[in-house]
């Protein structure tokens, strides 16, 4: 059925990466100077997946720009990467739509390298390999270009040198005084908080918000390594006059006192204009009758969300809190044909977003029900889980579980949805031959 034509490019992009899989041993073999050596083939790994937040000043522990800097990390860097737990990009890359925005996983080949450099001694090789410094961002600069509104955590969040992880919301005035359709938005921690946020979520607040306990309305998501959302043409999201601004953030200390004001940046279409397509953010798929017992692994539960209209899906984000472990989404078709779109291991450490790239985002007609599908692991194998020995349930504490998924879409009239379609079929055609 040419709905499903989305996943079937996602399968020749699993496909060729198998192949990618089987030709490299050979490949390597092939040629003379077959050891692998830092500096012809592992920094450029690790400059395009790890530098971002392995550098000085950055999120994580230890700086991985160099190869004095590297080699003592080298079994735990092995340990870490074979496993997948870094860099942190938890989708299931077997399982349905391939192909995001912002990826910065490791392919199989790239693994097999690294695991291959450490287990022959972590060799640096020869020095003129090493390929020029990776040039990082300036943190100060809007990726978005100026923004027409910024708005703030109300004051100076500090986090002490030497703290537990903070979770929680934070939460300012817009002082927007009318509605204003947003053409691009971006989260931003202020240039000496950097270091010590770990993620942030933005959303809207208003009267009509249902969602009491969460961020609202999804605005914007901050992760190192992604840039701001600056939505396609005639694509906005709407914020209503007299909105809060709800920051969800994630702090961790770095061993020094450090001061965050992490902030948002709007940009607006003119006013009065009205984009055609609208970008929505809800929960999919909310199921609060959990039941969760103690020291149990694996606990399924299920939810649905019907969708009103055709329906273009942007981007996959699970919900779950500490005891979370894996999430799975499938559209049920009108017709009952069934499609896994998205699956992706949970680590409460990582709200990551998922963003299809534009040549894969599912296409969904009306009627299509989402089926979301969360595992949650209440066993002590769980490093979050404080305590295996209490049943868990739904609720608002982050030591109260949820499952849900944060979805972004667009609707499409049929005449706008037969036309996307037609043009993934072109494409795939294109593709395959
Ligand atoms: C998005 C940011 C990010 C990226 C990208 C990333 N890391 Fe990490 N890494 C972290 C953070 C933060 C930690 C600290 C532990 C945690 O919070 O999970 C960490 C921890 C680690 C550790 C364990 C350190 C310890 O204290 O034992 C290793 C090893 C590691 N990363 C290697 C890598 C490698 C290799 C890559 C690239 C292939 C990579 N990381 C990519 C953020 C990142």
């Not at 020749?12 to 012809?40: E, K, M």
């Not at 450029?44 to 230890?62: K, V, Y």
Request: include cysteine.
């Amino acid at each position: 059925m040419s709905l499903t034509t989305g996943c079937r490019f996602g399968l020749a992009a699993v496909l060729a990466l198998a192949l990618g899989v089987v030709a490299a041993p050979s490949t390597a073999a092939a040629q003379d100077d077959a050891q692998v050596t830092f500096t012809r083939d592992v920094a450029p790994i690790l400059q395009r997946s790890c530098q971002e937040c392995h550098r000085t000043g950055s999120i994580a522990p230890m700086s991985l720009l160099t190869y004095e800097e590297t080699r003592p990390w080298a079994r735990s860097i092995r340990e870490k990467v074979v496993t997948r737990t870094m860099p942190p990009w938890y989708i299931d890359r077997n399982i349905g739509v391939q192909g995001f925005k912002y990826d910065y996983s490791l392919s199989d080949e790239e693994i097999a390298t690294v695991a291959a450099w450490v287990d022959d001694g972590a060799p640096r090789g020869n020095p003129a390999d090493m390929p020029p410094p990776r040039e990082f961002r300036d943190i100060a600069e809007w990726k978005i270009g100026e923004p027409d509104w910024v708005v703030e955590i109300p004051e100076p969040f500090v986090v002490a040198a030497e703290a537990p992880n903070w979770w929680g919301n934070l939460e300012s005035e817009s002082g927007l005084t009318e509605d204003r359709w947003i053409k691009a938005v971006e989260t931003k921690p202020s240039i000496d908080g950097f270091p010590v946020v770990h993620h942030a979520v933005t959303g809207m607040v208003n009267e009509d918000t249902e969602d009491t306990s969460g961020i609202g309305d999804f605005l914007n998501e901050y992760a190192l390594g992604k840039n701001g959302d600056i939505f396609p043409d005639g694509t906005g999201r709407l914020i209503k006059a007299n909105s809060k601004i709800r920051f969800n953030m994630h702090y961790a200390s770095i061993g020094v006192e450090t001061t965050d004001r992490t902030r948002v940046g709007l940009q607006f279409y003119p006013q009065g204009v009205v984009p055609e397509r609208k970008l929505i953010s809800a929960h999919v798929g909310d199921d609060e009758d959990l039941d969760i017992p103690a020291g149990a692994s694996n606990v399924r539960h299920d939810g649905y969300y019907r969708l009103k209209e055709n329906s273009r899906i942007t981007a996959f984000q699970a919900h779950l809190h500490n005891l979370g472990k894996r999430q799975c989404m499938e559209a049920i078709y009108p017709d009952n044909s069934k499609e896994i779109l998205s699956c992706a291991d949970w680590d409460f450490g990582w709200h990551i977003v998922y963003n299809y790239e534009d040549h894969v985002a599912p296409l969904l007609p009306r009627g299509t029900i989402l089926h979301v599908t969360s595992w949650h692991d209440n066993s002590e194998a769980n490093r979050w889980n404080d305590d295996p020995t209490n049943w868990a349930g739904f609720g608002q504490r982050s030591s109260d579980e949820m499952s849900f998924a944060w979805v972004s879409w667009y609707e499409l009239d049929d005449e706008a949805f037969e036309k996307e379609l037609a043009e993934r079929e072109a494409l795939h055609a294109d593709n395959d031959e």
